[in-house]
């Protein structure tokens, strides 16, 4: 069984462009979610979305959009990039029911995508 | 919102000996906390939950305490090994704010001394 994938691995963009990242979750889990982490802190929510429809939003500016596919997949969209939007980008699946989660696992975590603004 | 403390930042123990690291949780409603354990250059890996209705779980080394009235949750390790070094975070879920979000703590950095 694959893992919650997440596609690029690394990226390096310039200030101003616009970025997509993408993630693929654990067969059968319905909810992902968007996780940003700068290096030495932990990490901040920016998105959850549950059969494809966004179920929270974190304190992250309208720059930042997402949206999930049919397959459960997401996308992340970043526009306007800050040299501080330099992070690494983790993307979680959940067995998500509608009042919490399901899987004694909680939250799986991809192995992210590691963005450099320059 | 919701916020979670963890403390202390760093810890360094000496190989075999326990560790324990704690974290406070603000709000109340909070009903999901899991722990990670981060290595240098990878994903979070999560290493053991516990939820509200429970107030201690124990897989081999690793212990979770939680105390709901005192609103916080400790993360034990004994007989500590050199591959047990990496970074920790403490997190919370399922308040009133947080619905299904996981809000992390800052980390505790552990270097385990041989």
């Known amino acids: 069984d694959a893992g919650v994938t997440q596609s690029p691995t690394h990226l390096i963009k310039t200030r101003g462009q616009q970025v997509t990242l993408r993630c693929s979750p654990i067969?059968?889990?319905?909810?992902v979610s968007w996780y940003q982490q700068v290096l030495g802190q932990g990490p901040q929510f920016i998105f959850q979305?549950?059969?494809?429809?966004?179920?929270g939003r974190g304190n992250f500016p309208d720059r930042f959009s997402a949206r999930q596919f049919p397959n459960y997949s997401s996308e992340l969209n970043v526009n306007a990039l800050l040299l501080g939007d330099s992070a690494l980008y983790l993307c979680?699946?959940?067995?998500?029911?509608?009042?919490?989660?399901?899987?004694?696992?909680?939250?799986?975590f991809g192995s992210g995508t590691r963005l450099t603004v320059v | 919102g919701e916020n979670v403390e963890q403390h202390p930042s760093t810890l360094s123990v000496q190989e075999g000996d326990s560790a324990v690291i704690k974290c406070t949780y603000s709000?109340?409603?909070?009903?999901?906390f899991p722990w990670y354990k981060q290595e240098l250059g990878k994903r979070p890996q999560l290493i053991i939950d516990?939820?509200?209705?429970?107030g201690e779980k124990k897989d081999q080394r690793i212990a979770v305490t939680l105390n709901k009235t005192a609103k916080h949750f400790s993360l034990h390790i004994t007989e500590t090994q050199p591959e047990d070094s990496a970074v920790y975070f403490c997190?919370?879920?399922?308040?009133?704010?947080?619905?299904?979000?996981?809000?992390f703590g800052s980390g505790t950095r552990l270097s385990i001394r041989p």
């Open positions: 979305y549950y059969e494809k429809e966004e179920r």
């Open positions: 997190a919370a879920s399922g308040g009133y704010s947080s619905a299904s979000k996981i809000i």
């Open positions: 979680a699946s959940s067995l998500e029911s509608r009042t919490g989660p399901k899987s004694v696992y909680g939250y799986t």
């Open positions: 709000d109340s409603a909070s009903n999901y």
């Open positions: 516990i939820r509200s209705n429970v």
């Open positions: 067969s059968g889990h319905k909810s």
